[in-house]
């Protein structure tokens, strides 16, 4: 079993910050990128930025300049640090775990979202 837990949402003005945090527990053998998505009222869920485990990031263009990805592969653990948040970052963060099973292939695993809300 995997279970994967995100922390850090929550309500903030605009211009603030935010750090999300996301930890991957069970039994792993490795893995792959480590990514967050977002989806907002009445919106597909979207790509944020994800990571490799060579370290490539792919951000959105809405993001670039104002969100930063880390991971911490000792610790499963993967980050969002948030910057100039806007209105528009409103939305429940979900973080992605890419898990590679060997000869068993790979499997997604999800978070249960967290809610970050940007006041105006």
């Known amino acids: 079993q995997v279970q994967v837990v995100e922390s850090g949402g929550g309500l903030v003005q605009a211009g603030g910050s935010l750090r999300l945090s996301c930890v991957a527990s069970?039994?792993?053998?490795?893995?792959?990128?480590m990514g967050w998505y977002r989806q907002a009222p009445g919106k597909q869920r979207e790509l944020v930025v994800a990571?490799?485990?060579?370290?490539?990031?792919n951000y959105a263009d809405s993001v670039k300049g104002r969100f930063t990805i880390s991971r911490d592969n000792a610790k499963n653990t993967v980050y969002l640090q948030m910057n100039s948040l806007k209105p528009e970052d409103t939305a429940v963060y979900y973080c992605?775990?890419?898990?590679?099973?060997?000869?068993?292939?790979?499997?997604?695993?999800w978070g249960q979202g967290t809610q970050v809300t940007v006041s105006s």
């Open positions: 992605n775990i890419g898990i590679n099973w060997g000869p068993h292939g790979t499997s997604d695993y």
């Open positions: 069970g039994s792993i053998f490795s893995i792959n990128a």
């Open positions: 990571v490799s485990s060579g370290g490539n990031t």
